[in-house]
């Protein structure tokens, strides 16, 4: 959720590892070991929970988490509790980050230590306060001073035990002073509306009998005004500190006035005297970001470069190609890169053009993709983000299994517990495997047509570069389907949004064996047993060393690199997909029947007959590639009818009332359907499943369709007389053709700026490089050698283009900052003073001074 700002808006997102915790102070009993989680906070909102680790004190937690921020926040915090055989949760220690203080550890794997938790030091929230100082004329005729103190409101206070009832303490600091005076309560509120006045008196007349507070001894400038939040408590504890805060009167200035918003702070010596090294400490790595995003049209340089990457010869020399030449990590440049051409469809010529580029450099078939370059890491990138939703139909249902089973499954003889049998285990893990690999290779109607076009483009690369090695069309895509992609989602499915948290030991360990597998299963490697270390790895594959795994393995392949395009075929090798033997009949879309025609076989409907009857249905061999769907009369034979897959419209479902037949589905072309009845329902679902896969990127594909058929002058369906009417049932699209993200273009946009002004030297030492490139021909400088330059000339066009893009829209961020500072009003609802800008508050006021009687 984006802030809005005067035409600007303002992202904050943070993206948190939380590692492990050590150290953990035992438990008071006999029995030492905690059962510990671990929560994310903003301020004191719980936002994201880890998993319970139980009996440890030193628990590994493995999980991530992600979230936009979608308000304010001072602090970012982190509570470790533990739960108790009651079930009761108790606080061991917290970290806590300053949101200033976020940058310091920004993408850094950092040991914390744990902070003891009171409720003294637990405050967020805000309070609006009015002082005033005035003359009072006594009733004797003798002036003084009073100070009248207005406390309006609360904002954003914590909820202490699932309530709020609110009351503030206001107290006038000094030498030998005790006066405090009290607000009604306000029940059930963390905003309460208080509008409450308080009057102090500060200066006294010299008759006054105490010396103390005589005014030559008196110096305002040495009170302070303090404001404690409280809530109150029907707990024989007392009422709970909330939070406060302290105002020195010099504030008031000459002018006697001061009204203004503070941020609450922590009790002084609130927390508990525990020594911090006894509470242990936790590993986080945090990446906090804010994005400032201007209206687009201040992108359109930068993002005009960035989309014209796929077009510009060579690609080593396109912009976004140098991001990723200049980022320190690849991932860096590719998450937003991603984004952005997803966002704008342009993803697939931008990873192909990039992807032929790299084969092209590898010398070796057995090394292609396996290096984290841009591509692997953009591919990664879109995978993820592509193909959830693919993942979670996929392989969730077993992943939910097998973490709820907890079946024993190891089968290292060192590991295996005495209550285990060997044989038992192995028989277990051999299951699992079965059954992924199963769903797995079954599954490819249902990858997201964006991977199948990127696979599609691998393959053909990979291809042409290695012409001599057959296998390398589905290496080059197995390394990045099963290596980059299931494998990992099987071992950690909690970060591919499959499981909410991370799996337990045991189940870890068993998803770790079953990755093992089938990644090596996918990459159809000559000898198998050498790609495990250890030997019992190697006899258990034993049970897969079958040719049905390899040929299963090749037609998924296949399938997922099979491009949906219709003006790819010219330069694609057909690839059988599908073939069986099944009943079909045909009718033209004029609701009469068709006569065959020289290449096609037709079947006529009977003269005289009003409607189709089975005489009409005959049993045909169909055959399906990626090119085109084909019916034989019997298998081997020539082709009674081809048809081009551009023609297919859609492929939907027949209502059982057309022919009163089970399991029928409809081909429509665009001047016949064709209607096709299957064996059994799953074999329907399966035609149409994958014609409607090979089919979904055609241009005139049809937005709805008639789910029954033209009999006796009507459609069955909807009653209409016109056999050219059209559908009246949307098309079901049968599987997502693409996916839908809800990508905001000009933010990643923003984001690349971002990258590009960090690493704005290496951008001109990149230059300097293509200069020295250009200039000498002898032995390049080995500060240049990191850079990939192919055409130095081109590569520093683009590199000046970038420069400059980057110099404007820093131009812009800078007026931004400058105009922002300028309109600032420390004390503002928007900027309450807080610990750190009580100064800069006094600096501001630059017309006041210090106000003394």
Same mark, same amino acid.
């Given at each position: 959720?984006?802030?809005?700002?005067?035409?600007?808006?303002?992202?904050?997102?943070?993206? /948190?590892? !939380?590692?492990?915790?050590?150290?953990?102070?035992?438990?008071?009993?006999?029995?030492?070991?905690?059962?510990?989680?671990?929560?994310?906070?903003?301020?004191?909102?719980?936002?994201?929970?880890?998993? /319970?680790?139980?009996?440890?004190?030193?628990?590994?937690?493995?999980?991530?988490?992600?979230?936009?921020?979608?308000?304010?926040?001072?602090?970012?915090?982190?509570?470790?509790?533990?739960?108790?055989?009651?079930?009761?949760?108790?606080?061991?220690?917290?970290?806590?980050?300053?949101?200033?203080?976020?940058?310091?550890?920004?993408?850094?794997?950092? &040991?914390?230590?744990?902070?003891?938790?009171?409720?003294?030091?637990?405050?967020?929230?805000?309070?609006?306060?009015?002082?005033?100082?005035?003359?009072?004329?006594?009733?004797?005729?003798?002036?003084?001073?009073?100070?009248?103190?207005?406390?309006?409101?609360?904002? $954003?206070?914590?909820?202490? =035990?699932?309530?709020?009832?609110?009351?503030?303490?206001?107290?006038?600091?000094?030498?030998?002073?005790?006066?405090? *005076?009290?607000?009604?309560?306000?029940?059930?509120?963390?905003?309460?509306?208080?509008?409450?006045?308080?009057?102090?008196?500060?200066?006294?007349?010299?008759?006054?009998?105490?010396?103390?507070?005589?005014?030559?001894?008196?110096?305002?400038?040495?009170?302070?005004?303090?404001?404690?939040? &409280?809530?109150?408590?029907?707990?024989?504890?007392?009422?709970?500190?909330?939070?406060?805060?302290?105002?020195?009167?010099?504030?008031?200035?000459?002018?006697?006035?001061?009204?203004?918003?503070?941020?609450?702070?922590?009790?002084? =010596?609130?927390?508990?005297?525990?020594?911090?090294?006894?509470?242990?400490?936790?590993?986080?790595?945090?990446?906090?970001?804010?994005?400032?995003? @201007?209206? %687009?049209?201040?992108?359109?340089?930068?993002?005009?470069?960035?989309?014209?990457?796929?077009?510009?010869?060579?690609?080593?020399?396109?912009?976004?190609?140098?991001?990723?030449?200049?980022?320190?990590?690849?991932?860096?440049?590719?998450?937003?890169?991603?984004?952005?051409?997803?966002?704008?469809?342009?993803?697939?010529? @931008?990873?192909?053009?990039?992807?032929?580029?790299?084969?092209?450099?590898?010398?070796?078939?057995?090394?292609?993709?396996?290096?984290?370059?841009?591509?692997?890491?953009?591919?990664?990138?879109?995978? *993820?983000?592509?193909?959830?939703?693919?993942?979670?139909?996929?392989?969730?249902?077993?992943?939910?299994?097998?973490?709820?089973?907890?079946?024993?499954?190891?089968?290292?003889?060192?590991?295996?517990?005495?209550?285990?049998?060997?044989?038992?285990?192995?028989?277990?893990?051999?299951?699992?495997?079965?059954?992924?690999?199963?769903?797995?290779?079954?599954?490819?109607?249902?990858?997201?047509?964006?991977?199948?076009?990127?696979?599609?483009?691998?393959?053909?690369?990979?291809?042409?570069?290695?012409?001599?090695?057959?296998?390398?069309?589905?290496?080059?895509?197995?390394?990045?389907?099963?290596?980059?992609?299931?494998?990992?989602?099987?071992?950690?499915?909690?970060?591919?949004?499959?499981?909410?948290?991370?799996?337990?030991?045991?189940?870890?360990?068993?998803?770790?064996? !079953?990755?093992?597998?089938?990644?090596?299963?996918?990459?159809?490697?000559?000898?198998?047993?050498?790609?495990?270390?250890?030997?019992?790895?190697?006899?258990?594959?034993?049970?897969?060393?079958?040719?049905?795994?390899?040929?299963?393995?090749?037609?998924?392949?296949?399938?997922?690199?099979?491009?949906?395009? &219709?003006?790819?075929? %010219?330069?694609?090798?057909?690839?059988?997909?599908?073939?069986?033997?099944?009943?079909?009949?045909?009718?033209?879309?004029?609701?009469?029947? %068709?006569?065959?025609?020289?290449?096609?076989?037709?079947?006529?409907?009977?003269?005289?007959?009003?409607?189709?009857?089975?005489?009409?249905?005959?049993?045909? &061999?169909?055959?399906?590639?990626?090119?085109?769907?084909?019916?034989?009369?019997?298998?081997?034979?020539?082709?009674?009818?081809?048809?081009?897959?551009?023609? !297919?419209?859609?492929?939907?479902?027949?209502?059982?009332?057309?022919?009163?037949?089970?399991?029928?589905?409809?081909?429509?072309?665009?001047?016949?359907?064709?209607?096709?009845?299957?064996?059994?329902?799953?074999?329907?679902?399966?035609?149409?499943? !994958?014609?409607?896969?090979?089919?979904?990127?055609?241009?005139?594909?049809?937005?709805?369709?008639?789910? %029954?058929?033209?009999?006796?002058?009507?459609?069955?369906?909807?009653?209409?007389?016109?056999?050219?009417?059209? $559908?009246?049932?949307?098309?079901?699209?049968?599987?997502?053709?693409?996916?839908?993200?809800?990508?905001?273009?000009?933010?990643?946009?923003?984001?690349?700026?971002?990258?590009?002004?960090?690493?704005?030297?290496?951008?001109?030492?990149?230059?300097?490089?293509?200069?020295?490139?250009?200039?000498?021909?002898?032995?390049?400088?080995?500060?240049?050698?990191?850079?990939?330059?192919?055409?130095?000339?081109?590569?520093?066009?683009?590199?000046?283009?970038?420069?400059?893009?980057?110099?404007?829209?820093?131009?812009?961020?800078?007026?931004? *900052?400058?105009?922002?500072?300028?309109?600032?009003?420390?004390?503002?609802?928007?900027?309450? /003073?807080?610990? *750190?800008?009580?100064?800069?508050?006094?600096?501001?006021?630059?017309?006041?001074?210090?106000?003394?009687?």
């Amino acid at each position: 959720m984006a802030v809005e700002e005067e035409g600007l808006r303002v992202f904050q997102s943070v993206k /948190i590892k !939380i590692g492990e915790a050590k150290n953990i102070p035992p438990y008071p009993g006999p029995n030492k070991m905690r059962d510990c989680y671990c929560t994310v906070n903003l301020d004191q909102e719980e936002v994201f929970r880890t998993k /319970i680790i139980e009996k440890s004190l030193c628990p590994f937690y493995g999980e991530d988490f992600y979230c936009e921020i979608p308000r304010s926040f001072r602090h970012l915090s982190f509570y470790i509790f533990d739960r108790d055989v009651f079930r009761r949760d108790s606080s061991i220690g917290k970290v806590a980050v300053k949101k200033e203080d976020l940058q310091k550890y920004h993408g850094k794997d950092t &040991w914390f230590q744990l902070q003891p938790v009171s409720a003294d030091s637990e405050v967020q929230g805000k309070v609006h306060l009015e002082l005033r100082l005035s003359e009072v004329i006594t009733d004797s005729g003798i002036v003084c001073h009073k100070l009248a103190t207005r406390v309006l409101e609360c904002q $954003g206070l914590p909820i202490v =035990n699932g309530q709020c009832d609110p009351y503030a303490a206001v107290s006038l600091l000094g030498p030998s002073r005790s006066e405090a *005076k009290k607000t009604k309560v306000k029940r059930k509120t963390n905003n309460p509306q208080f509008e409450e006045v308080f009057y102090f008196e500060v200066t006294r007349p010299l008759s006054y009998t105490k010396r103390q507070f005589d005014v030559e001894e008196e110096d305002v400038d040495k009170l302070a005004l303090r404001v404690d939040l &409280w809530n109150a408590s029907n707990l024989k504890f007392g009422d709970e500190f909330l939070g406060g805060v302290r105002v020195p009167l010099r504030v008031l200035g000459q002018a006697g006035v001061h009204d203004a918003w503070y941020f609450l702070q922590p009790r002084e =010596n609130g927390g508990k005297s525990v020594k911090v090294e006894e509470l242990g400490s936790l590993r986080l790595n945090i990446v906090y970001t804010e994005d400032h995003v @201007f209206p %687009s049209e201040h992108y359109t340089p930068l993002r005009d470069l960035l989309l014209h990457s796929a077009n510009v010869e060579p690609v080593s020399a396109s912009t976004a190609h140098i991001l990723g030449e200049v980022c320190r990590e690849k991932q860096e440049a590719a998450i937003p890169l991603v984004r952005l051409f997803l966002h704008y469809g342009k993803i697939v010529p @931008f990873l192909s053009a990039i992807a032929h580029a790299e084969v092209n450099r590898t010398q070796d078939p057995n090394t292609i993709f396996r290096g984290n370059s841009l591509t692997s890491k953009c591919i990664d990138e879109t995978m *993820k983000l592509a193909g959830m939703h693919y993942l979670q139909v996929t392989l969730k249902p077993i992943i939910d299994e097998i973490c709820t089973e907890h079946k024993p499954c190891e089968i290292d003889p060192v590991k295996l517990k005495e209550s285990e049998n060997l044989e038992t285990n192995r028989e277990n893990l051999r299951q699992y495997v079965d059954r992924i690999f199963n769903v797995i290779t079954t599954s490819g109607v249902r990858c997201p047509t964006v991977m199948c076009d990127i696979f599609f483009s691998l393959r053909e690369s990979a291809a042409t570069r290695f012409q001599v090695d057959q296998d390398v069309r589905y290496t080059a895509v197995s390394s990045f389907i099963f290596l980059r992609f299931f494998a990992p989602a099987i071992l950690s499915p909690n970060l591919f949004q499959l499981r909410p948290h991370h799996p337990d030991p045991s189940t870890s360990r068993t998803l770790t064996l !079953i990755s093992k597998t089938i990644q090596t299963l996918g990459s159809l490697a000559k000898s198998k047993s050498a790609n495990f270390k250890e030997s019992y790895m190697a006899a258990f594959y034993d049970y897969f060393n079958e040719q049905k795994y390899a040929d299963a393995v090749k037609n998924f392949l296949d399938l997922i690199s099979s491009s949906a395009k &219709w003006d790819q075929k %010219s330069i694609e090798t057909p690839i059988m997909l599908k073939e069986g033997s099944v009943k079909l009949t045909i009718k033209r879309v004029d609701g009469k029947g %068709s006569k065959g025609t020289k290449g096609r076989f037709m079947i006529k409907r009977a003269q005289g007959r009003n409607r189709f009857g089975m005489k009409n249905f005959k049993k045909r &061999w169909f055959r399906l590639t990626n090119h085109e769907f084909t019916y034989h009369k019997t298998k081997g034979e020539g082709a009674l009818c081809s048809i081009p897959i551009e023609n !297919i419209l859609a492929v939907e479902r027949l209502e059982e009332e057309s022919f009163k037949m089970k399991n029928m589905f409809q081909v429509i072309q665009p001047e016949r359907a064709l209607y096709i009845q299957a064996n059994n329902c799953v074999e329907a679902r399966d035609w149409i499943d !994958i014609l409607t896969k090979v089919s979904q990127c055609n241009r005139k594909r049809l937005s709805t369709y008639h789910p %029954s058929a033209y009999l006796n002058g009507h459609w069955l369906c909807c009653k209409l007389s016109a056999d050219t009417a059209p $559908g009246c049932t949307p098309c079901t699209g049968g599987l997502p053709a693409n996916i839908q993200l809800d990508v905001d273009g000009d933010r990643e946009t923003e984001r690349i700026y971002s990258l590009f002004s960090t690493y704005m030297t290496k951008l001109v030492k990149m230059q300097e490089a293509c200069g020295s490139k250009s200039v000498y021909d002898g032995p390049e400088q080995e500060e240049y050698s990191s850079f990939v330059i192919d055409d130095p000339q081109e590569t520093y066009k683009t590199l000046k283009l970038i420069v400059s893009a980057v110099q404007t829209l820093e131009q812009q961020h800078t007026k931004y *900052k400058r105009d922002k500072f300028k309109k600032t009003k420390i004390g503002s609802q928007e900027h309450p /003073i807080g610990d *750190k800008s009580f100064q800069c508050y006094i600096r501001q006021q630059s017309e006041s001074s210090n106000y003394s009687i």
